[in-house]
């Protein structure tokens, strides 16, 4: 009895201490420099090895308000540009298990405003969040996971990967 219980206290041990590795050892980049727009590229851990090179974005568009009148809005994003467009590798669009949050604050006007979203595959990102009018500062927090969470910006601490990149995106003209 007494090898089973010194075998099994063995194993929890080794299953802990390779948790805390994990945790201890997962990838947490952030950027500290603001970019221009509209994009900036980096590598990134890919979830399920290796590394792939990410391309962050952030850039104005105009919208249809519901005055009839276009006004100014913010897409921004991150896209996996190893994982081909158009594949036939059905896995591709299963996988990873992406969330981004946006933040972005209208310089000008003062306004703020954050998104959450969530999808598999190569691509993330918000299209057309109403700014108002004005010079943007964004930040693009991009996490990757192999997989799946159900918090807003969690990732699993292993096979998983964050990074954050920060953009200061002109007014645009609508």
């Not at 041990?13 to 948790?19: F, S, T, V």
Request: proline share 6%.
């Amino acid at each position: 009895m007494t090898t089973i219980r010194r075998t099994s206290a063995t194993a929890c041990a080794a299953a802990l201490l390779a948790g805390a590795l994990a945790v201890a050892t997962a990838p947490a980049a952030s950027a500290q420099v603001w970019h221009e727009a509209p994009a900036h590229d980096v590598r990134m851990p890919y979830p399920l090895g290796g590394e792939h090179t990410i391309r962050f974005g952030a850039f104005t568009t105009c919208k249809l308000g519901g005055d009839g009148r276009f006004h100014q809005a913010l897409s921004a994003g991150a896209r996996d540009l190893d994982q081909p467009v158009g594949s036939f590798d059905f896995s591709a669009t299963l996988l990873p298990f992406n969330s981004a949050t946006i933040e972005w604050h209208n310089t000008d006007t003062g306004v703020r405003g954050v998104q959450t979203v969530h999808s598999t595959g190569p691509e993330v990102g918000t299209a057309g969040a109403f700014t108002g009018r004005g010079r943007l500062a964004v930040t693009v927090t991009a996490a990757r996971s192999a997989l799946p969470t159900f918090a807003p910006g969690s990732v699993a601490p292993f096979a998983s990967a964050t990074h954050t990149e920060r953009f200061i995106v002109p007014a645009g003209d609508c």
